[in-house]
């Protein structure tokens, strides 16, 4: 039997990051006891990212810039914080991707484990021979009450791996899960916070007895023991935790993989991959990789990279990623995205967005997969599609053949920077931007500041939300241009 | 080959209601305001109306949809009433539906009235529409000052003109606008501003402040028209007579296909062009006397400028701060004080725009009446830039 496991992956974390000093400044009166968390930063979601456009981006950068994508035959999508609860979330990922109709998609949640335990499913559907190539995403944006502990130690991001049989980076060399009902924290649907439990039971009756029970079944059945571990990874919020399980379990408490807690915080579900990503992009060939996760019991698995591991350049890498963010010291900016705070939306802010589910099905795949249309008799490329070519002095009829755009690079050609429309990250920016090899789009602007874009500056696409239909509880999505 | 409307249609009368925030007044009070005015000044019964066009815009805050709002408020004897709407040229629209009507022989006295009740939205500016169901999906979630600020980044772009450079030449179009305004009774808003406080006004939509924007208002504008041979029948003489009528509508060109550059309006210089041939006009910038153009932001006035041929492309910013069209310069342009300030009740703006080269053209524009007009020019868009209508108008005396 062939091996299976890695080829790929890539992690996303959103532009900003919140100072957790300017947090635990803002609560100082009010919660006094946060002050020692009040060091490094935490991603932050921009407002109009969710888990699935997180995840889509992470995606993005496993598959690179081709159009072809059908060599993926399955999508795991897993998260605890999944825009719908009825409404196939990595079916909306798969169409913003433009994946074959045929793409298996399945969303993996409910659990801090989804991912790993997406991963598992994924390695498993290709060692058997279900699938040539599965991709597994995990993304989270956990919503934390203000002043509250997971405020500060939550972050917001995603993770996208690619699962073969074919150019290996690691491979993948056994699992064990175990499925225990220790619930340290819940949530049931429609409420918008975890209810947690005490911290220490938490650390000493769940972490320190599930994780390694999970960890000594796996090395049981892969007849090792710790000494063999390269790297450990366990993502926690217990300062140190990590550190001891290693040692319970006989692994080198150097080898611990750095949580990433002090610049990215904890990304839920992503979390164990994103740190797996962090150790590939740096990993040499042989070396032996655990992967944990902690949750409803806990999953471990186990990896060995390959002699490709030495080609493996991600473009972005988890170090550059965590590098570029630029730093947020407004808290009210981060209470405002995430909606922990009632603000005045004025009444710009009232317009009804009910989103036409037969338009969004009939142009799905102009909306979702921003494909638009190529005259096949001028070669005239334009947004969207239309029956007659915008071609001038050619309108062709029924000439348009579908044009992906959302891999294409684009210019600025005009734009504004709008105070009067509603926005929840004013100015609202937006204008027309022309793409590298026709075609052209007026667009919002995203992860931009005042000051930050003029024409003839490059943008690429990105999958971001567009509205949030609050009266009916719908999330329309589209695509959005950001600075190179 | 058609013939054009040049001269065949003449003004029998006009009239305007007060523009501005008419918290007192209703979509009907402003109908009548500008009805009554609009028929002394033509001299008939409203048994002699034949047919009426009715413009509006936004129904679901003004007076409805359909042609009942205006037949029922001026309880008009049961004829034709035809509601038109193409964004902010509606008022243009209405007046072309009831020339046509007029040249046709279909009618020998038509009326058009324009109206909008804007200020009962509860907040400042126009309010947010869908159009259709695919474009709010897809189309950002912008406002019309952002639309239209686009054109500055875009003219910056193609010219080479400074953001600082371009900022001052839009300024003064404001400040010349509001010197004017403050000489019409009946604009919105009526006093005059300084070039530090336009230039330091709040910002809008970059680069466009609160000075660069237009006035949100109420209002009502009519004209009725007839033929020459009945206007004279009527005892009238020294008739204003339509030159030209011409409305130039964007395909998609300009938002969908990259020849556009986002600098200026495809579909004014098309309109432009169109009507001085309609008109007989080979030297616009010779043989216009004065224009009404439609400034709802003032980067839009200034582009305009060159589309319609009167400033050289890239010549705007200079002819604009040389004061060409300042009310001493050779084209006064918003001598009412435009959009800017009399006032932009949207259905009802192209017909005011007739009402003020009407009046001047006459000799009866009071205060800030021109010296012998004998053109006139108005320039009535709607939507946006990369997407609009274009409606373009020219009246002189019938003789000129």
């Known amino acids: 039997m062939s091996d299976v496991g890695i080829s790929s992956i890539a992690g996303y974390l959103p532009r900003l990051r919140l100072s957790k000093k300017t947090v635990t400044q803002a609560n100082a009166w009010l919660a006094p006891n946060l002050a020692g968390k009040g060091k490094g930063t935490r991603t932050m979601a921009n407002w109009d990212e969710d888990s699935v456009t997180m995840s889509v981006e992470a995606i993005r950068r496993i598959l690179g810039r081709d159009d072809d994508r059908s060599h993926v035959d399955t999508l795991f999508f897993a998260s605890t914080t999944m825009p719908f609860a009825d409404r196939l979330n990595s079916g909306i990922i798969r169409a913003a991707l433009t994946l074959e109709e045929e793409t298996q998609c399945i969303d993996i949640t409910s659990t801090l484990k989804s991912g790993t335990s997406a991963l598992i499913q994924a390695l498993d559907k290709v060692k058997s021979g279900k699938s040539s190539h599965s991709i597994v995403s995990a993304a989270d944006k956990r919503k934390a009450r203000a002043a509250s502990p997971q405020e500060l130690n939550f972050g917001d991001g995603s993770v996208a791996i690619s699962v073969a049989t074919e150019n290996l980076i690691a491979k993948y060399i056994n699992s064990s899960s175990l499925s225990i009902d220790f619930i340290d924290h819940f949530r049931q649907p429609g409420e918008e916070f975890d209810y947690n439990w005490e911290e220490r039971w938490i650390r000493d009756e769940g972490y320190l007895k599930i994780v390694p029970k999970a960890i000594n079944d796996l090395f049981r059945k892969s007849q090792i023991d710790g000494s063999s571990i390269d790297h450990f990874i366990l993502p926690s919020v217990f300062p140190k935790l990590d550190q001891k399980i290693a040692k319970k379990c006989g692994i080198d408490p150097d080898k611990v993989v750095n949580n990433m807690g002090l610049s990215v915080g904890d990304t839920g579900s992503a979390h164990s991959l994103l740190m797996l990503a962090s150790v590939l992009e740096k990993a040499k060939p042989g070396e032996k990789i655990l992967v944990c996760s902690f949750g409803g019991g806990s999953d471990v698995l186990l990896f060995e990279t390959t002699e490709n591991i030495t080609n493996f350049k991600p473009e972005q890498t988890i170090e550059n990623l965590i590098e570029s963010g630029t730093e947020e010291n407004n808290y009210m900016k981060y209470l405002t995205f995430n909606d922990l705070i009632k603000w005045e939306r004025g009444m710009r802010g009232e317009q009804d967005r009910k989103t036409a589910l037969t338009t969004l099905y009939r142009h799905n795949d102009a909306i979702m997969g921003l494909i638009g249309g190529k005259c096949s008799k001028t070669g005239t490329i334009q947004y969207p599609a239309s029956p007659i070519s915008v071609s001038p002095n050619s309108p062709d009829l029924n000439t348009q053949e579908p044009y992906k755009f959302a891999e294409k690079r684009a210019k600025i050609l005009s734009w504004s920077a709008d105070y009067l429309s509603f926005s929840i990250n004013p100015p609202n920016h937006y204008g027309v931007v022309d793409f590298e090899e026709g075609g052209r789009i007026m667009i919002d602007f995203t992860d931009v500041e005042k000051g930050e874009i003029d024409s003839g500056m490059e943008v690429k696409m990105v999958f971001r939300v567009k509205i949030v239909d609050e009266l009916r509880g719908f999330t329309r999505y589209f695509w959005k241009a950001i600075p190179v | ?400």
């Open chain 2, 1 to 400: 080959m058609a013939t054009g409307i040049r001269d065949k249609v003449a003004i029998l009368g006009m009239g305007c209601s007060k523009f501005g925030e008419r918290w007192d007044a209703s979509p009907e009070d402003l109908m009548v305001e500008s009805y009554v005015e609009a028929m002394e000044d033509a001299g008939i019964e409203p048994n002699q109306l034949d047919a009426a066009w009715f413009s509006h815009h936004i129904d679901d805050i003004g007076a409805g949809k359909g042609g009942t709002p205006m037949s029922i408020a001026l309880r008009l004897p049961n004829i034709a009433v035809t509601r038109v709407e193409n964004y902010c040229a509606s008022g243009s629209e209405a007046f072309r539906g009831a020339v046509y009507a007029v040249a046709a022989g279909a009618a020998d006295i038509a009326i058009a009235v324009g109206m909008e009740k804007l200020k009962d939205t509860g907040f400042g500016g126009l309010s947010p529409t869908n159009y259709g169901t695919l474009t709010p999906q897809i189309g950002p979630s912008g406002s019309a000052p952002g639309n239209f600020a686009q054109l500055a980044s875009a003219y910056r772009a193609k010219h080479g003109v400074s953001a600082e450079d371009l900022k001052r030449a839009i300024a003064h179009v404001s400040v010349k606008s509001h010197a004017n305004g403050a000489k019409n009774p009946k604009a919105h808003l009526q006093k005059i501003v300084t070039e530090e406080q336009v230039l330091n006004a709040p910002m809008i939509a970059e680069p466009l402040g609160l000075f660069d924007c237009c006035g949100v208002s109420d209002g009502a504008a009519a004209a009725i028209v007839t033929t020459p041979e009945i206007a004279r029948s009527l005892g009238k003489d020294n008739l204003i007579s339509v030159k030209a009528l011409q409305l130039s509508v964007s395909n998609g060109l300009e938002n969908q296909h990259n020849s556009w550059d986002g600098s200026y309006f495809h579909t004014v210089r098309i309109a432009a062009k169109k009507a001085y041939a309609e008109a007989g006009i080979t030297k616009p910038r010779e043989q216009i006397s004065m224009m009404e153009v439609h400034d709802c932001f003032s980067v839009t006035e200034l582009v305009t400028m060159e589309d319609l041929f009167i400033s050289d492309e890239g010549n705007a910013v200079k002819d604009v701060m040389d004061g060409f069209y300042d009310a001493d310069g050779k084209i006064p342009c918003q001598i009412d004080g435009g959009l800017k300030c009399f006032g932009h009740p949207i259905g009802a703006s192209g017909l005011r725009m007739l009402y003020e080269m009407y009046l001047q053209l006459q000799g009866k524009a009071g205060a800030r009446q021109l010296n012998n007009p004998s053109i006139g020019l108005t320039h009535n868009l709607g939507g946006q830039p990369a997407n609009n209508v274009c409606s373009i108008a020219i009246i002189g005396a019938l003789d000129a």
